[in-house]
Each structure stands twice: as C-alpha cells, then as structure tokens.
C-alpha cells in the first residue's frame, strides 16, 4: 500500500493538483487536511471517476479531513473517541476521521494550530493532543497487533530542525515544550514518527507559508507527519516528501508525505 497525508489548503480550489498527484504517484489512500467545504460540497466525482471511495468530514469553509482510498473504506468514524470541543456553542470540529482501508485503519488529523501560547485555542490544542494519545493507548491496549496511522497536519515541529530559524519561532505556539511534550507522549505510549524514521535528515520541511518568499528562500517547518502502531510501523519500507507539489500554480502551502508499506514486516 502507498499511504499519502496531505494538507491540501481548499479541496476545491486544488481538486486539480489532487487528482493529478494520484494519477502521478501511485498513491492507494490519500488522507487530506484542510478541505474547506461541507460534505455535501467535496468534490467527489472525478476521484470516483479514477477508482477512488471517498469519506469526508466537513461542516464550514474552515477545517475539514478527507480520506480517498482505492483498496476500500470501511468502518468510517468521525471524531476519535475523547476528542474535545471547542466554540461557543462548543462542538466537534471537523478534523478526526478514521476509515480502514486495505487492512490499515487510516486517521487523518487536523491538529489545532493553538494560535497565541495565551489564547484559549492552545489549551484547546494540548487537551486535543492529550484525547487523542489516549485514544491510540486504548487502540493498542484492545488488540497490540492492529496496523493503524495517525496521519496528517500536527501544527507542531517537533525538533527545532524543523523550523527555519528557532530564533524567529521563539515564543511562538508549533515550538513550544508543552507542545513538543504533546506530540512525544504518543511516542511514549508506544507508537512511532515513522516519516522521520525514514526521513532522517535536518530541514527537511513539509510546510512554507505563502509570504515573504519562504518558499524560494527554503524557510519551511516539518510539521506534516506520520505516527504508526508498532504493527504498521514494521511494515513501512521509506517514506518521501514531495516538495515539488509547493511548486507551479496555486499549491497548496503544504506538500504530501508519502509512505510505501509493505504486506510484511520490512526486517
């Protein structure tokens, strides 16, 4: 299987690049971020038309996370179990949804972007970050031999290789320790950041915003990654970034991470 996260920044304003990355890449399950759109407004067809099913979660033109998958979807959830809310009236936003697909049970994340280290919104973020850890636990704890990923857009660099400059992000949310310690603990309950496993090297991004040229200027954050229980994780032969997606006409500012998992495991 080729498992792909991307955050695709308006499903509808890039249905385009989407589609033609499948058609390109060989990828049998694309886990998209950011959609923008309710469900009834996602762009299904010409995904339908290359063999692909389609499960989203979308309510506004704000969040939103999709799975395409071309070896079946079964067993599609919304929301991990745990997740908090948020907003006045507080509900479920759209970004947690699960689907198993050709054996793997996919997740793809929005994680909350946390905003300002003194806004509510990052207290929201670690508390989402805190839920969903207890939720792989408890996935690990019911069967230790499940193939699960948790794919997506985590809004944190985990290692200040993973930001341009840590100086110009000191103080910022994506960086901080709480943050950091956030993302970790998924780590610690047993799982594994297998696109750095498999993409070891320093500043090495997935993300560059729109201004000041950080593109051209190679001034990016990692923050695109790709958590897998310890049965997933031994089944993942390489991993790559497809920085070349940052580039041409209207990209999205993020670009997918692709993994290649095998029917066994690789060692």
Not at 26 to 34: I, P, S, W
Not at 91 to 112: D, F, H, N
Not at 132 to 145: I, K, Q
Not at 219 to 237: C, E, H, K, N, W
């Amino acid at each position: 299987m080729r498992l792909a996260t991307w955050n695709i920044n308006s499903i509808r304003a890039r249905t385009e690049r989407a589609v033609s990355f499948l058609e390109r890449s060989g990828v049998d399950v694309l886990a998209l971020q950011e959609t923008k759109c309710k469900d009834e407004q996602f762009p299904r067809e010409p995904f339908e038309a290359l063999g692909y099913e389609v499960a989203t979660s979308g309510f506004s033109q704000w969040n939103g996370v999709a799975i395409v998958s071309r070896v079946g979807i079964e067993d599609v959830e919304v929301g991990f179990p745990g997740m908090p809310t948020w907003g006045e009236p507080a509900v479920a936003e759209a970004r947690a949804l699960g689907a198993t697909c050709g054996g793997v049970r996919v997740w793809s994340l929005y994680v909350p972007n946390g905003r300002e280290v003194d806004d509510p919104h990052y207290v929201y973020k670690l508390e989402w970050l805190a839920r969903l850890r207890d939720a792989a636990e408890g996935w690990l704890a019911a069967d230790p031999a499940a193939p699960f990923a948790l794919v997506g857009d985590w809004n944190i660099a985990p290692l200040d290789t993973d930001v341009w400059d840590p100086a110009w992000f000191a103080g910022r949310t994506h960086v901080t320790p709480a943050e950091r310690d956030a993302f970790t603990a998924l780590a610690r309950a047993g799982l594994t950041e297998v696109s750095r496993e498999h993409l070891p090297a320093e500043h090495t991004y997935t993300y560059w915003d729109y201004q000041q040229l950080r593109f051209p200027r190679n001034q990016g954050m990692r923050i695109d990654l790709t958590y897998a229980s310890p049965a997933l994780a031994a089944r993942v032969a390489g991993a790559t970034i497809v920085r070349d997606e940052r580039k041409g006409k209207a990209p999205s500012d993020h670009v997918p991470v692709v993994l290649d998992i095998g029917d066994r495991p690789t060692s």
